[in-house]
């Protein structure tokens, strides 16, 4: 039966003759096609090139033969070149260098072997050991809070405040840091967030606007640092940064500057009487000692001078008891000396002649006496 699905059509004889071939040919063979088993011959001269090259280790000689004959290429073949290359490959997978800010550890077979330092290191090559390499040395920042409901804690006195902090933290130990914790960042941030929570929860919220900011964050390195450490992360926090610390928007955020307004107002008029204060206490505290060794030292006066009258009045009346008369008028002109001392003498005498003015003006005389 003919076969009218054939893509050459029908051509009434029910098939294809021997040697006939579907574009017509009546057995002729084509003289540039190639005979069955042979290739093409251009392909055939460049694999013969190939393998005269891989057989003498280098290019041809101008009358194709080999090229040197004791080349170790040709002396292995294709499997020198291979061992030559997984060689380099080898060394090349031992040497490793690792950075200044950095620390390596090394895994063999995927297990934790040791911790290398920064500079140039060895290991057994791949795939025996492997490197895994993270920056110990630098500080690093997870920022937490913003416009997230994550910001807004609840205070010991029962209201809200948004709070926006920053966390720097450090890789301190690599192996734990990798294996001990899966995530760490993100553990790191759910440390922070809870610790923070529970700080805010105990304190109350006008102190944490005002007064207790500094206090806060350092509570909440505290409490971060030994619940990481508990859960051996291998992270040190270096330091908590409150952004900020608000009531939330609206008329209570008012009402709070208002408070944190009044509250530096105080500590300025506190600040300002405790000036006053240490400078007229220290003054007033001086002139009462002052006061105080005046008193003392006019007491001494007194009763030194006291002490030498009476011992003066013991003398004379051990002189008088000796000399009664003598004693009595020296006394006298003692003490019309003392009376006379400061008052103006004028001296008349009564045996002075008719037409002499007995007068003599003393006090003149020693005025002018005092002035030449």
């Excluded at 194709?64 to 060689?87: D, E, M, R, T, Y």
């Excluded at 933290?169 to 995530?183: A, G, P, S, T």
């Excluded at 992270?235 to 939330?248: G, R, T």
């Amino acid at each position: 039966m003919p076969d009218n699905n054939s893509p050459w059509g029908n051509k009434g004889g029910g098939g294809k003759k021997p040697g006939q071939n579907p574009w017509g040919s009546q057995g002729k063979p084509d003289r540039n096609r190639p005979k069955p088993g042979e290739g093409s011959p251009d392909l055939d001269n460049v694999i013969q090139g190939f393998k005269n090259r891989v057989r003498s280790g280098g290019p041809r000689g101008p009358r194709g033969g080999g090229g040197n004959p004791n080349s170790p290429l040709q002396k292995f073949g294709p499997f020198g070149i291979v061992a030559v290359i997984g060689l380099f490959f080898l060394l090349a997978t031992t040497i490793y260098t690792v950075d200044q800010q950095e620390e390596a550890v090394v895994l063999r077979f995927g297990k934790y072997q040791r911790t290398a330092p920064p500079g140039l290191n060895f290991k057994l090559p791949s795939p025996f050991e492997s490197v895994i390499k993270q920056k110990t040395r630098v500080v690093q920042k997870t920022a937490i809070g913003g416009n997230d409901k994550n910001s807004l804690m609840l205070t010991g006195d029962e209201n809200i405040v948004d709070i926006d902090f920053t966390v720097l933290w450090r890789i301190n130990d690599l192996k734990n840091y990798i294996f001990e914790v899966d995530e760490p960042s993100v553990a790191l941030k759910a440390v922070a967030e809870s610790a923070m929570r529970e700080i805010i929860g105990r304190s109350e919220l006008e102190n944490i606007i005002t007064t207790e900011r500094l206090n806060t964050t350092i509570a909440v390195r505290d409490l971060m640092q030994a619940t990481l450490d508990e859960y051996g992360a291998g992270i040190e926090v270096v330091e908590v940064q409150l952004q900020k610390a608000d009531a939330p928007d609206g008329r209570v955020v008012d009402a709070f500057r208002d408070v944190v307004d009044a509250t530096q107002e105080k500590e300025t008029l506190i600040n300002e009487a405790t000036a006053i204060r240490n400078t007229i206490v220290p003054k007033a505290r001086g002139e009462a000692a002052q006061i105080t060794q005046d008193a003392e030292a006019y007491k001494g006066r007194v009763v030194a001078e006291a002490k030498g009258e009476a011992e003066r009045f013991t003398l004379i009346l051990g002189e008088y008891k000796a000399a009664p008369r003598v004693t009595r008028q020296r006394m006298y002109l003692e003490t019309i000396e003392d009376v006379y001392k400061d008052a103006d003498k004028i001296l008349l005498d009564s045996d002075a002649g008719s037409g002499v003015v007995p007068y003599l003006p003393l006090d003149q005389l020693g005025k002018k006496r005092g002035a030449n």
